[in-house]
């Protein structure tokens, strides 16, 4: 499949936090705040295109760059 690269939450080239806060009232009395943090825990690095990836799901994107072979090709 590819090389796989796993990564804690300590360890992660990239996380994210998002926060919202949300209210039934205009001046807020009573509002209600969430927060959410996500981090990259996974990163395959891989030449098949993601279809063929087994165990898709909601929370996986695909990144497509050439190698410079393949530039180099192109070119």
């Known amino acids: 499949m590819g090389i796989k690269h796993d990564f804690s939450i300590e360890k992660t ?4 936090r998002s926060y919202l806060t949300i209210s039934v ?7 209600t705040i969430l927060d959410n943090q996500f981090w990259v825990s996974q990163v395959i690095q ?17 990144l ?3 190698t ?8």
Do not use: A, H, R
Request: proline share 10%; aromatic share 18%; no cysteine.
């Open 68 to 75: 410079s072979f393949g530039k180099f090709m192109i070119g």
């Open 25 to 31: 009232s205009e001046y807020f009395v009573t509002p």
């Open 46 to 62: 891989t030449t098949v295109e993601p279809v063929s990836l087994p165990n898709k799901s909601q929370d996986q994107f695909y």
């Open 64 to 66: 497509d760059e050439g």
């Open 13 to 16: 080239p990239l996380q994210f």
